[in-house]
């Protein structure tokens, strides 16, 4: 979903691939813009998930190279993931969110992750091997266009991805029909609390940097129930424009964007 001052889908979705695919090749961490200051390649991953939400014992169980300090709120806290269950994860990095999850649904279940990038697939395959986890595999594909069969998986998980999509009724449908009857969707996402200043929307670091391509809650409520879903339910996190701030210093754009955790269910 893009209005006519924004630049094209292809161009959004190329800038994005490219500033993704640059954290993953180069071994950075953080939302690629200039948030790290001093701090090491370790430190500033653990501090930013720590303020997104998840517990010492998340960041710790996750294989090492996983965590990049990407996101903006932890889905974990909505999924209410069981064993067995199946799960995929949209824009899944280097597999953060997806080791996880794979802990949580045991041998059992299985997670899937989903990314655009080439260089993210990689690295998480790699991440993957290395830490033995065998019940998640890492699937190249865009989210509008998600390489899973129709009613396949228990929940589709996503974090501070959907933002990114040019195209994000299209997110929504596509969730929908991978779901099996009676699936979750839970979802931590940038959204919009006023309008974005013009030029933030011409900005394409600002719009890889999950911020200029927010939509309003009323927006995200309304593709969700376009698309079939109900009990939809979004919940602002505490503490979120501290994480914005860090993600676009000095731009203040904590004024107009925070990060929320977006839930609904599939009848």
Known sequence: MTDQTSPAPDKLRDAVRDAYGQIASEGRTGCG???SGDASATELPTRLASVM?????????APE???????????HAIASLKSGEIVVDLGSGAGFDCFLAARQVGESGEVIGVDMTPEMITKARE?????GVANVS???GEIEHLPVADESADIVMSNCVINLSPEKPQVFHEAFRVLRRGGRLAVADVIATAPLPEEAKQDLEAYAGCVSGAAVAEQIESLLAEAGFVDSRITPLSGSRELIR?????????????????EARKP
Not at 53 to 58: R, V
Not at 68 to 75: V, Y
Not at 127 to 131: F, G, H, K, L, T
């Open 33 to 35: 813009c200039s948030c």
């Open 53 to 61: 939400g998840y517990s010492a014992t998340e960041i710790a169980d």
């Open 65 to 75: 190279g996983s965590n990049l300090g990407l996101g903006c709120g932890n889905p």
């Open 127 to 131: 991440n993957a091997r290395a830490a």
């Open 138 to 140: 890492f699937r190249l």
């Open 246 to 262: 860090e993600y676009s210093p000095g731009g203040k754009l904590e004024d107009y964007v925070i990060s929320a955790l977006i």
